[in-house]
């Protein structure tokens, strides 16, 4: 059951660190709102740059992408918490327990999906944001994601005896 437990308390760190993020990109909105605009307006890549045909300027379409970054963090964080209490509830049950996994797991790969697709693929390669020597969010996203298939890969462990 140790080992239940701290794969429980793993999910539920990863969902108080996704709650922080949603709720700082709320109460500090425009912190994180100016590192989207410049990576979507790509106005700090190489100036002979020539894929900035695909920068995006129009503040609404900005707005609206960095909504959707927000809203998926309020949904990793809801999912992660309710994974762990799902888990934490299944603990003294094998069974229950593998089967609580897919909640928090959903939870984690979004995470995933969020830093590695939305700001390494589409922010770091589309945008070239890795271009920008002041808005470049590339490490701070593989840190996340990092933490997060840690986490996910730590809990779909396989389950060895009901001594778990």
Not at 26 to 34: A, E
Request: neutral net charge.
């Amino acid at each position: 059951m140790t080992i239940r437990l701290l794969k429980t308390s793993m999910v539920f760190a990863v969902g108080l660190w996704a709650l922080l993020v949603a709720t700082g990109n709320i109460l500090d909105y425009d912190s994180n709102w100016h590192f989207v605009q410049h990576v979507l307006s790509m106005d700090t890549v190489f100036p002979d740059n020539a894929l900035k045909y695909r920068a995006i300027t129009n503040p609404t379409v900005q707005a609206m992408g960095y909504w959707m970054i927000i809203a998926t963090q309020w949904v990793m964080s809801g999912l992660c918490f309710a994974g762990a209490w799902r888990l934490f509830r299944t603990r003294h049950d094998r069974v229950g327990f593998i089967a609580a996994k897919s909640l928090a797991a959903s939870g984690l790969t979004l995470v995933f999906l969020l830093y590695f697709v939305g700001f390494v693929v589409v922010g770091g390669e589309w945008f070239c944001m890795w271009q920008s020597e002041i808005w470049n969010g590339q490490a701070k996203a593989v840190m996340f994601l990092t933490c997060a298939m840690l986490v996910l890969i730590v809990l779909l462990l396989r389950e060895e005896d009901a001594a778990n």
